[in-house]
């Protein structure tokens, strides 16, 4: 099945595809050996040292770290936005040097076209691949009653809350049913109570959608609650220090926050964490 | 009045009160705003009239407005207007044109920008107004000098605020419409364009008043007819009303457009 392809005109996000013989064998994302280094003015900046990970398909991985580790840029590196690097990248299969429509992405402002109502936002990409204006009109109604936004199908994103900004900007991240959806630290312009129900909006959406997502936060809690695994970054230099399986039942919502199993894997990530600082604060004061 | 007092002091709401005197005051200040003019036109003729000054430099309102009557009766005022219209409209349009399509290539395009901004950023401080003595070498008195000058005049301000435009467009949504998939052409034409539209707007409504300010050089160099035309001949036959008349038409004309204009603009970027 072709990317962005769709077999019927209703819109049928949950999972059209059946598993092709690579899909079986190969992952959707594997990044082996990615180095990124930053020209400064203090000289070169190591931002990720040979950071290597796969992601099987229709998983949901998120990665944390604290900030400037080096989360984002890997994000983007397999968007295909950043260049160049070192190491590979592979998407479906396919080396990675520019952005594909198959892999979709959110940012953490919504950057909607301001001079686009939400219903010709989200239908942006849909017409930017060639299909009819009625087609991917079509397409942006489905998605945005998805995301709940029918009653401001024809505003436009100045009239629209940060929350619901960042749900048309999902939308039309899905609008050309990518493989592979980057999200990097949506919700971490929104306020406390708009991000939980955003968290759980994108746990019912991620039923309806399979694809694979890659999700960076900074937020422990936020990673947990949404991902079936956990890497975490360490910073200066970027590096994985640690993979956690989160095995916690489905489907999920942020009212897992108080459970026993949910508190002893945050533990684990917190002693990650507060080791890695240890490590981190002796290294700079014996320099 | 009394019993309104009482009233007051009655509910004990002080907002009542500040309430009414904020609508009092307000209704005041638009009275005194519906009379500035012609309390301003009547202090005028008073002056003039009363012998203080020379009645014939500072004719009063009442002799310039019998002048413009006369300029309108005898169809002259029709053609000085079509003739300063038409070189405004013209070379404001072509201006922008020019300005608009060079500043995206120089604010997109880095070789553009390297072949061509020391070049304008030499040329645009100087005043168009200093270009009049070589436009009449030049053209000589033709069309084709005033044109020049306006388009001289209003090419520089566009190209410079679409170059910024272009250059301040939000990065991130030229990433959100890459990972869209985008294509280069419709990336220039759309979001580019669009992306730089308020700047371009602001570029042109500047624009506006330069192309005014050329079109008095341009007419005062030498030409047939025109608004300032016709000031400067009523200058040299000392007709100080006629003078007057023509610049509270230019007045009225140049605060009409800006107005026009201003207008255009907020239904152009009504997401600003």
């Known amino acids: ?287 | 009045m009394a019993l309104d007092e009482a009233l007051t002091a009655d509910q004990g709401d002080g907002r009542v009160r500040a309430r009414r005197d904020a609508g009092r005051l307000q209704r005041l200040n638009i009275l005194i705003g519906a009379l500035s003019v012609p309390a301003f036109v009547l202090l005028w003729e008073l002056v003039a009239r009363s012998g203080i000054v020379n009645i014939v430099l500072f004719p009063p309102p009442s002799v310039v407005a019998v002048a413009i009557f006369e300029w309108m009766r005898s169809g002259q005022f029709f053609l000085d207007l079509t003739a300063s219209l038409y070189r405004v409209t013209t070379g404001f349009t072509v201006g922008a044109a020019l300005g608009i399509f060079l500043g995206i290539m120089t604010g997109q395009f880095p070789v553009v920008s390297s072949l061509l901004s020391p070049l304008f950023h030499i040329l645009r401080p100087i005043p168009p107004i200093a270009f009049v003595p070589i436009v009449i070498l030049w053209f000589g008195l033709s069309e084709t000098g005033k044109l020049f000058l306006v388009v001289w005049g209003v090419f520089f301000t566009v190209w410079l605020s679409t170059h910024i435009g272009v250059q301040k467009v939000d990065r991130g949504l030229i990433r959100a419409a890459l990972m869209l998939g985008t294509p280069r052409r419709q990336m220039l034409q759309e979001i580019i364009m669009l992306g730089a539209l308020p700047y371009i707007v602001v570029g042109l409504r500047t624009a506006v008043s330069i192309s005014f300010y050329t079109l008095v050089a341009a007419e005062l160099a030498g030409t047939f007819a025109g608004i300032v035309y016709r000031i400067e001949i009523a200058q040299q036959n000392l007709q100080t009303g006629q003078v007057m008349g023509g610049l509270a038409a230019l007045g009225l004309i140049s605060f009409a457009a800006d107005r026009m204009f201003a207008a255009f603009a907020e239904r152009t970027v009504w997401w600003r």
């Not at chain 1, 095995?247 to 002893?264: G, K, Q």
Request: hydrophobic fraction near 45%; glycine fraction near 6%; charge should be neutral.
């Open chain 1, 1 to 287: 099945m072709q990317p962005g392809h769709r077999s019927n005109a209703k819109l049928s996000l949950a999972i059209p595809q059946t598993a092709t013989a690579t899909e079986r064998c190969q992952p959707a994302i594997q990044v082996s050996n990615l180095s990124i280094v930053f020209d400064t003015h203090h000289g070169q900046l190591i931002a990720v040292d040979r950071v290597s990970f796969d992601v099987p398909h229709g998983e949901f991985v998120c990665i944390v770290g604290p900030s400037g580790c080096g989360k984002s840029t890997v994000l983007n590196t397999i968007a295909g936005l950043e260049e160049p690097f070192e190491g590979e990248i592979l998407v479906e299969g396919l080396p990675v040097h520019r952005p594909r429509p198959d892999v979709g992405m959110v940012f953490q402002q919504p950057h909607l076209f301001p001079w686009k109502s939400v219903r010709r936002n989200i239908a942006h990409g849909p017409r930017m691949l060639g299909k009819s204006a009625q087609q991917a009109n079509a397409i942006a109604d489905d998605l945005i009653a998805i995301v709940g936004l029918k009653r401001f199908a024809d505003a436009f994103p100045n009239t629209l809350s940060g929350g619901m900004q960042q749900r048309v900007a999902i939308a039309r991240a899905l609008a050309n049913q990518p493989r592979v959806l980057l999200m990097d630290e949506p919700f971490g312009a929104l306020d406390a109570q708009t991000r939980a129900v955003m968290q759980d909006n994108l746990l019912e959406l991620r039923n309806r959608i399979k694809a694979t997502i890659v999700f960076v936060t900074h937020d422990i809690d936020e990673a947990i609650v949404l991902a079936d695994r956990v890497l975490i970054m360490s910073a200066g230099p970027g590096r994985i220090l640690r993979q956690l399986n989160v095995e916690l039942p489905r489907p999920r919502s942020n009212a897992i926050l108080l459970e026993p199993a949910y508190l002893a894997l945050k533990k684990d990530c917190l002693d990650v964490i507060r080791a890695e600082g240890l490590r981190a604060f002796r290294q700079s004061d014996e320099a």
